[in-house]
C-alpha cells in the first residue's frame, strides 16, 4: 500500500467512528522523576520567614479625583520601561530618619546683669535772701561798726607799718633770674624721695588702692594692689576670678616684702586689728570678707630678717609663700557690691544681734568686732568670733539659731557654720526713695571718754556713725536707734533687717563728687575733716 491508500483509510474510519461522552475522573500522577520535581519545585520556591507588615497608605479626601495624564506607548516596545524623576507640587517628601532619646536631666548655666542707674540730684530749688531796710536796724549797725574800727583802728595801724618795709606790688619772677635758676629753685622746694619700694612679680604696673600701717611694730606697712584696668576693661572682665595680694612691707629690707597675702578677689580695702596685730581684715570686690592670721608667716620673716646668714636670698623658704586666708564670709550673706570701706570697733564696744551695745562686764582689752559698708547701703557689723557664737558659748552677742551653716555635713559628721555678719542695718533716706551709696565711714566709739563728753550728738557715742555717700552727701547715723511704736510688739528674736528702725538722724550736702577721705578729730568731737575726688 502506498501513503495515499493510508490516508484514506484513516478518513474514512474517523468519519465512521462513534465517540462516547465519558465524565474525566482525577488519578495519581504517577511518574518515575516526579519526587525530583518536587524538590526543585521546593528549593526555587521563596518562603517567607517572618510576620507580614501591614502598610496602609492613605491620602486626603480632597486630593481623589484629579486631573492625570496618560502617555502613549507603543506594543512592540519592550523592556523596562524609564520612569525619570520629576518634581510633583502635589506630594510632599517624606524623609525617614532613625533617632534615639536618653531621659536625662539637663542642667543650663545662665548669668545676668541689672543694669542700675542711682538717683543723682539734678536741680535745685533756692528762694532770694532779701534785706529789710529798717531804720532800727541802720543804728544798730551803725553802731556796732563804730564799735568795731574804734576796738582794731590800733591793731590796724600797727599792721600797715609793718607793710611799709614790703613791696607787694613787686615781681619776684622778674628778680629770680633766668629758667634754669627758676627750675633748681622749685626743685628745691618740692618734697624730695628717699625711697620706693616695689615688688616686680606682684605690684609692677598694678594700682595701690589701699595702705595701713601695722600697729604695734615700727617700720612695717601693708599695701593692696588691684589691676590698673579702666572702666570699660573691668565691666568686660567683671565676673572672672583675679587673683590678688597684699604685700606687707618692712623699711629695713625693701627687696621683697616679707609676708604676702593671697586672695582670688581683688581687695579695695583692709585694716589691721589695733589690739591684736596678726589680724587682718579685708573687703573684696565681690562684697566678701576675707581674715588673714599672720602670725606664724610674721614670725618666721621678723626671725630671717635678724637671721645673720650668708645665704641672703633664701628661696627655700616658706614664708616667701602666698598666705591664703583663714576665713572667708558667705556670698549670699556678704555685700552685694564692693566693700567700699571698713573699721574695727575699739575694746569698749561690741555690738549684739539686737544692734545693741554690749554691757562692760562682756568686755575686755581686744577689739573683736569691725563694721563694713558698700554701694548696696547696708551697714554689717562683724564678729570674728563666729565659731563660738554658733557653739552658743557667746550668747550675749548672738545665739545660734541667728547663724548660718553649711547644709552639707563634714567627714566628721560636724556642721560647719558659715561666717556672716551678726547685724544688717539698711540705711533709707528720710525723704524719697533710692538707696544710699556709701563709700566712707567713721567712728566716734575711739574717741577718749572726756573728749567725746563735748559732743552735741545725744546718745552713746560708741554706735554713733560718720558716713559720706557718692552723692557727696555726710549721714550721721546711731546704729542703736530704738524701733518706731508700729513695731515694738514684734519679737526682737524674728527681727528684720529694718525692723521699722530709722537710722538716720539727719543728712548733710558736702562735696560734689564721691567723698574719698573722712576723718573724725581726736580732740573735737563735732569736727570732721572729708577730702572729695575733685
Known sequence: QTSIDLNLETIETSQTAVFIDKPMSPRLWN??????????????????IRDKMAIEVSRPRKQFKQKYKLNDRNAEVVGVTEFRAYKDLNFKLIKEKDGAIQVSPMSYDVSAQTTWYRSVNKSIQYEA???????????????????????????????????ETIDIYLETFRLAGDDEVIESSQTENDLREIKNFADPNYSKSKALICIDWMPKTQGILAVSTVKNFTFDRRVITFGQNSVSHILIWDFRQLVKPIVLLQTNQEIYTFKFNKTMSNIVVGGCVTGQIVLWDISESMTAALRKSNRNSTNENDDDDNS?????????????????????????????????YRGQLVGQEHLDSNSYQFITVAGDGFVLVWDIRFEKIFADELRHIGKSKHMPYEKSISKDGLIKPLWAPIFRAQLKRLEGVGELSICKVCSSSPL????????????????????????????????????????????DDEEDVDSGREYIRWIQVDQARPTVALQLSPFFPDILLSVGDW
Open 31 to 48: 511518574s518515575s522523576t516526579s519526587i525530583e520535581t518536587e524538590n526543585e519545585v521546593n528549593n526555587l520556591t521563596i518562603k517567607p
Open 129 to 163: 535772701s532779701s534785706i529789710v531796710d529798717t531804720e532800727e536796724n541802720d543804728e544798730d549797725n551803725k553802731s556796732s561798726l563804730l564799735a568795731f574800727l574804734k576796738s582794731s583802728t590800733s591793731t590796724i595801724e600797727r599792721a600797715l607799718q609793718q607793710n
Open 320 to 352: 616667701n609663700l602666698p598666705l591664703l586666708p583663714k576665713y572667708i564670709s558667705s556670698v549670699e550673706h556678704s555685700h552685694r557690691k564692693c566693700v567700699a570701706d571698713l573699721f574695727w570697733l575699739p575694746p569698749n564696744s561690741q555690738i549684739n
Open 448 to 491: 577718749k571718754a572726756e573728749v567725746a563728753e563735748n559732743s552735741s550728738l545725744s546718745g552713746d557715742h560708741r554706735s554713733h556713725l560718720l558716713l559720706t555717700s557718692e552723692e557727696g552727701d555726710i549721714i550721721f547715723a546711731d546704729l542703736s536707734s530704738r524701733k518706731t511704736e508700729g513695731n515694738n510688739n514684734k519679737d
